[in-house]
């Protein structure tokens, strides 16, 4: 039976017109949301504890004119309690500016009970008095992120329903507490398959999701979706080029994701800065039936030439600052479909990001 979700009519107004925000022209989020221990801060040799992740945190909302490419940013539950070395909470940084913050739901992935090498995510129990009070400390969104491997003919059936359940109630819960949800289910990069296999499992997942959407009646215009771009697995033997990474997408999405949605924003899912930039821009060029705004959530492919260069040291502030808006600017034009492959140069912006197994 299909249930009803009772929302007003100006909740639901209200979560439209944040979608709408969020899917501004030209603008995409910036997702910062790795939980402790995520960000890799070892690798530039900086310890990874909560007072760096707050300095560096610190770093990426002050990054002057931030606002021009960014319209969200997705945080994770420490960075809202945490505020600048004047004592102004990091929240603030961001709402100044204009850009709408949001927050990080679920707490984590788990392994699929009645299935082998296949995920569950948790975070349902007491979500909707956490969902209030997220609301009441200023964020507009929420997100969530559910993971699929390609791997001995899984996904299952069961864990795609089990999964897409789960986002259909997280989404519900949302709305009834005036935020948005960002769906996020992820079919991994892991793997050896070819990019049809990807396409395939794709729209089944997003099929199961939309169902899963319908019978919870969660409103359509106050959603985002963010999800992978189509291509193959990370130990498949043949590159492709971005035009085909990108017919594969739009035909994915063409088929199963409702016109009604604010939006689609992209995850990296382990790309190249540049290469998800040059793939985000070949999706937006591609002819034919797009009535959504395709745009980025990029973790990785945002941050890792400015966590680079910044390497734990406050007087490379500036140069971090300027690697993410450069590469923020590359990826707003990548929106429009107007990015010059190559005209943003990094750090570090041709090595691959891509990390095993990837958790949040
Ligand atoms: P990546 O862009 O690094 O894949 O991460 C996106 C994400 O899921 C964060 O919300």
Same mark, same amino acid.
């Given at each position: ?6 929302? #007003? =009519? ?42 760096? =992740? ?6 990426? *909302?002050?990054?002057?004119?931030? #606002? ?7 945080? *994770? ?11 102004? +909470? ?20 788990? +392994?699929?009970?009645? /299935?082998? !090498? ?11 008095? =956490? ?8 964020? @507009?969104?929420? $997100? %969530? ?39 996020? +289910? ?85 790309? &190249?800065? !540049? ?15 797009? +009535? %959504?705004?395709? /745009?980025?959530?990029?973790? @990785?492919?945002?941050?890792? &030439?400015?966590? $680079?260069? %910044? ?15 450069? @590469? ?16 943003? @140069? ?15």
């Amino acid at each position: 039976m299909k249930m009803t979700l009772n929302i #007003s =009519r100006e909740t639901r107004n209200d979560l439209k017109l944040t979608a709408q925000a969020i899917l501004h022209r030209g603008k995409g989020i910036l997702a910062v949301d790795e939980s402790g221990n995520v960000l890799n801060m070892e690798s530039i040799g900086v310890k990874d504890t909560s007072e760096n =992740r707050r300095k560096y945190r610190q770093l990426l *909302f002050q990054t002057e004119d931030l #606002s021009q490419y960014i319209s969200a940013v997705i945080l *994770f539950d420490e960075t809202l309690h945490q505020k600048t070395d004047q004592g102004v +909470p990091l929240i603030k940084l961001l709402q100044v500016q204009g850009i709408i913050p949001g927050i990080k739901v679920d707490t984590g992935i788990v +392994p699929l009970v009645g /299935s082998e !090498e296949e995920f569950s995510t948790e975070g349902l129990d007491g979500l909707g008095k =956490r969902c209030a009070e997220y609301k009441k400390k200023g964020c @507009r969104f929420a $997100k %969530w992120r559910s993971i699929f491997k390609i791997r001995n003919g899984k996904p299952s059936d069961y864990a795609i329903k089990h999964n897409a359940d789960i986002l259909a109630q997280y989404a519900a819960i949302c709305q009834s507490n005036k935020l948005v949800p960002i769906l996020e +289910p992820e079919v991994l990069v892991d793997g050896t398959h070819d990019i049809d296999r990807c396409q395939r499992v794709t729209e089944k997942v997003l099929v199961a999701v939309y169902t899963a959407l319908h019978e919870h009646d969660v409103y359509l215009e106050g959603t985002v979706l963010k999800c992978n771009m189509v291509t193959a697995g990370q130990l498949h033997d043949v590159s492709l080029t971005s035009d085909t990474i990108a017919r594969a997408t739009v035909a994915t999405l063409q088929r199963t994701v409702p016109a009604a949605i604010a939006g689609i924003t992209f995850l990296s899912g382990g790309q &190249s800065e !540049e290469k998800a930039t040059v793939n985000l821009n070949a999706i937006n060029r591609c002819t034919g039936k797009k +009535p %959504w705004t395709l /745009s980025f959530s990029f973790g @990785r492919a945002l941050q890792a &030439s400015a966590l $680079k260069k %910044w390497g734990g040291k406050d007087e490379n502030t500036l140069i971090a600052q300027t690697e993410l808006i450069n @590469r923020a600017k590359a990826n707003s034009e990548a929106t429009l479909g107007q990015y010059r492959t190559g005209a943003v @140069r990094g750090e570090c912006c041709s090595d691959e990001l891509f990390v095993k197994d990837y958790v949040y």
